[in-house]
């Protein structure tokens, strides 16, 4: 979801279509690094610092690996993290809500969803991708108090909070980027016809996915066992066995790498009643994996 070139009919000249062709190529090299938009003016500037977008960027490469097999699949030859860079994260407040804030170079707005809507309960980020021909199409929103209160509520130490602030910033980031890399329309690629993103099953395993690769990006950067402690607390159960050890069945092992996700991905495109049912089934077992863990 976000920036596509739009060329109206009326520009006819061949030379003049590589030219704005070319501009937009160049613009796209210059984004080195991952792009956020401070919406909340530095409010929030010891949870957030700026100086670390190298460091986020360098963590996120980990993604274009996880989509290798995908690639493979579907044979594309794309730089991931080159998109993943592309898409704006806009840093927010609960009070920007339903309002449209302008973007800093932009020359354009964003409205800034409700975070306060049924659907969007217990969330602290969101990934939306919209239309194409949006002027941003694809986009990524953080709440900056939900990060606060939410790092607030579950630290005893009062000492630690900002700490631990900046460990879930850090993890919802990566999540809500773990969201667009398994968006099989960046790839160029539509989803099966009977396939739906507000579906029970989608949301089940994609938010599993998801918390997992956040998790794991933290972990493989030298994530201390405490904050490995507070991150387990902050997400699904199942992201957190996805990311340890895996989950077994008879045919497969499920876990955080290439082959996995990748099917993942391609289960949306090839979506069908006869993969339904199999999601429903290793759904099952995963709750089945999920209780042993409670009980253990």
């Known amino acids: 979801m976000y920036t596509k070139l739009i060329i109206g009919n009326d520009l006819q000249d061949s030379s003049s279509i590589e030219s704005v062709l070319d501009k937009e190529t160049v613009r796209r090299k210059d984004k080195s690094e991952l792009k956020t938009h401070d919406l909340t003016r530095g409010k929030y500037s010891t949870i957030y610092n700026p100086k670390k977008l190298k460091d986020y960027t360098n963590k996120m490469k980990e993604l274009s690996t996880l989509s290798s097999e995908f690639k493979k ?5 794309i730089d991931v993290l080159k998109k993943l860079k592309t898409i704006p994260v806009f840093l927010v407040e609960s009070s920007m809500d339903g309002e449209y804030i302008a973007v800093p170079g932009c020359k354009c707005s964003v409205c800034v969803p409700n975070s306060g809507l049924e659907e969007m309960s217990g969330k602290l980020g969101i990934y939306i991708n919209s239309n194409e021909d949006d002027v941003i199409p694809r986009r990524i929103f953080i709440w900056m108090d939900k990060i606060f209160n939410e790092a607030k509520k579950k630290t005893n130490n009062q000492g630690i909070i900002i700490e631990n602030a900046q460990t879930l910033f850090d993890l919802v980031l990566y999540h809500e980027m773990a969201h667009a890399m398994m968006d099989v329309d960046l790839y160029g690629v539509n989803p099966a ?35 490995q402690g507070f991150i387990e607390n902050s997400i699904s159960i199942y992201g957190k066995i996805l990311c340890n050890t895996g989950i077994e069945n008879v045919f497969a092992t499920y876990k955080i790498d290439e082959g996995t996700i990748g099917k993942w991905m391609g289960i949306k495109v090839h979506f069908d009643d ?7 089934k290793l759904k099952n077992e995963w709750e089945e994996a999920k209780a042993k863990e409670d009980n253990s």
């Open 73 to 77: 699949s579907i044979k594309v030859r």
């Open 274 to 280: 006869k993969i339904e049912k199999k999601l429903e």
């Open 193 to 227: 016809d009977n396939f739906s993103y507000s579906s029970s099953l989608y949301k089940f395993f994609e938010e599993a996915y998801a918390d997992g690769i956040a998790y794991k990006i933290l972990k493989d950067n030298g994530c201390t066992p405490e904050k």
